[in-house]
């Protein structure tokens, strides 16, 4: 909105007194070329870049929220069903992603260290459970990096439990699986051949994406976002 001297100054230009020429005169006769006379046209073009600015980040923040997260839990939960291994690159993308977004939505350096304090103390039971073998590198690894989005908070006790509850489900019916004639004749099925495989472990980045999916909507950055979209 403009403002009132801004206004002022418009009408000022429009209304100047026209010489025998039809030349618009200014107070020194000559051109209205004054700052007077551009600085409203500045003002509503710099505020529209500003507005445009504002809006780009926010949807772009929206995106980062809305998105990555949902899609490092679905696709580490897909790779290790179909290749039994959850690549780097996703708990790296899940740490920059929310390096980005924490700042952007308020969080102070106090609240962003103790998410961070959260993947450390995940990242150290787990280290423990890869190294007698019971858990692999990858799902580790993806533990600790959601456990930075979840931060000390009961939607990291949600995601531990569920995950411990749906990992132990799915590893009853896996063996089943591959104890009954289906699991025989599936061996060669592209998308069922690991849960087939007497010789394999078990995918638990399904359990780790399914219940990461579930508590996600209690994080802090969910909850933002979705404010947001509310218009709250």
Known sequence: MRSAAANNNIRFCAN????????????????????????????????????????????????????????????AAVSDLLSMTIANRVSLLLLVAFAVAAPMIGMDWQQIGMHVAAGFFILSVTFVLFAVGGMGGGDAKLLAATAVWFGFSPALIQYLLGAAILGGALTLLILSFRNSLLGYISGNNVFLRNLADHNTGVPYGIALGLSGLAAYPETPLMQWALARLAGL
């Open 16 to 75: 100047q007194r026209n010489d025998h020429k039809g030349r618009p005169s200014s107070p020194k006769g000559g051109l209205c070329f004054s700052q007077s006379c551009f600085l409203p046209v500045y003002q509503v073009l710099s505020d529209g870049l500003h507005n445009g600015r504002e809006k780009g980040c926010r949807i772009m923040l929206e995106a980062i929220i809305l998105v990555v997260f949902p899609f490092c839990m679905a696709f």
